[in-house]
C-alpha cells in the first residue's frame, strides 16, 4: 500500500504531507475492511485519527528557541566586530535565528581595546563589555590570540516547550 519512497516524496511537506497520508491510508483501510465488519474499520480509523491528533499536539507545543550559550572557554579573535554592548553577557537581541553559529567575547574589568569607530562607542570606558563577531568568526574557526581572551558564548537553537 504505501513504500518508504512515498514517504520521502512527503517529507518537504511536512505536518500537511502527514495530514494527507493519514486520510489516504484511512480511506484505503475503511475500503478494505468494508467487507469484513464496519465497527473494526471505524475503530482502526479512529485509532490512527487520534493518533494524528496526539502528534499535531505535541509537534505545536514544542517551539525552536535560541540562546547564547556559554561554551565554558576563554579566546578572542581580535577583529570581526560587528557589534558591542556594555553587558557581562551577551544580549538576547543578537541571537535570533539568522545568527546561529554567531560567536560573542565578554569581558569582565577589562578597562581597553574596544574595538575602533563610532559604532563601538557605548563600549568605551566600559570595564564590562561584549563584542558580536562577523560572519568571518564561526564555530570551528580557530582563535587569533590577537586580543586578551574573554568569555565564549554561542547562538544557538534548541527545542524546547513553547
Same mark, same amino acid.
Given at each position: 500500500?504505501?513504500?518508504?519512497?512515498?514517504?520521502?516524496?512527503?517529507?518537504?511537506?511536512?505536518?500537511?504531507g502527514?495530514? @494527507?497520508?493519514?486520510?489516504?491510508?484511512i480511506?484505503?483501510?475503511?475500503?478494505?475492511?468494508?467487507?469484513?465488519?464496519?465497527p473494526?474499520?471505524?475503530?482502526?480509523?479512529?485509532v490512527v485519527?487520534?493518533?494524528l491528533?496526539?502528534?499535531?499536539?505535541?509537534v505545536?507545543m514544542?517551539?525552536?528557541? @535560541?540562546?547564547?550559550?556559554?561554551?565554558? +572557554?576563554?579566546?578572542?579573535?581580535?577583529?570581526?566586530?560587528?557589534?558591542?554592548?556594555?553587558?557581562?553577557?551577551?544580549?538576547a537581541?543578537?541571537?535570533?535565528d539568522?545568527r546561529?553559529?554567531?560567536?560573542?567575547?565578554?569581558? +569582565?574589568n577589562?578597562?581597553?581595546?574596544w574595538?575602533?569607530?563610532?559604532?563601538?562607542?557605548?563600549?568605551?570606558?566600559?570595564?564590562?563589555?561584549c563584542t558580536?563577531?562577523?560572519?568571518n568568526?564561526?564555530v570551528?574557526?580557530?582563535?587569533?590570540?590577537?586580543?586578551?581572551?574573554?568569555?565564549?558564548?554561542i547562538c544557538?537553537?534548541?527545542?524546547?516547550?513553547?
Amino acid at each position: 500500500m504505501f513504500s518508504p519512497e512515498l514517504l520521502v516524496v512527503l517529507k518537504p511537506f511536512g505536518i500537511l504531507g502527514l495530514i @494527507v497520508l493519514a486520510i489516504v491510508a484511512i480511506v484505503s483501510l475503511v475500503g478494505n475492511l468494508s467487507r469484513a465488519r464496519v465497527p473494526i474499520a471505524m475503530i482502526i480509523a479512529l485509532v490512527v485519527l487520534a493518533g494524528l491528533a496526539s502528534l499535531l499536539i505535541v509537534v505545536s507545543m514544542y517551539r525552536p528557541t @535560541v540562546f547564547w550559550g556559554n561554551v565554558a +572557554q576563554l579566546a578572542d579573535w581580535g577583529g570581526d566586530d560587528s557589534d558591542c554592548s556594555d553587558t557581562l553577557v551577551p544580549e538576547a537581541d543578537y541571537c535570533n535565528d539568522q545568527r546561529i553559529g554567531q560567536i560573542a567575547v565578554c569581558w +569582565q574589568n577589562r578597562n581597553e581595546g574596544w574595538p575602533p569607530g563610532d559604532r563601538f562607542n557605548r563600549c568605551r570606558n566600559k570595564t564590562t563589555w561584549c563584542t558580536y563577531k562577523d560572519e568571518n568568526v564561526r564555530v570551528g574557526r580557530a582563535a587569533t590570540g590577537h586580543a586578551p581572551p574573554g568569555r565564549v558564548y554561542i547562538c544557538a537553537a534548541a527545542v524546547s516547550p513553547g
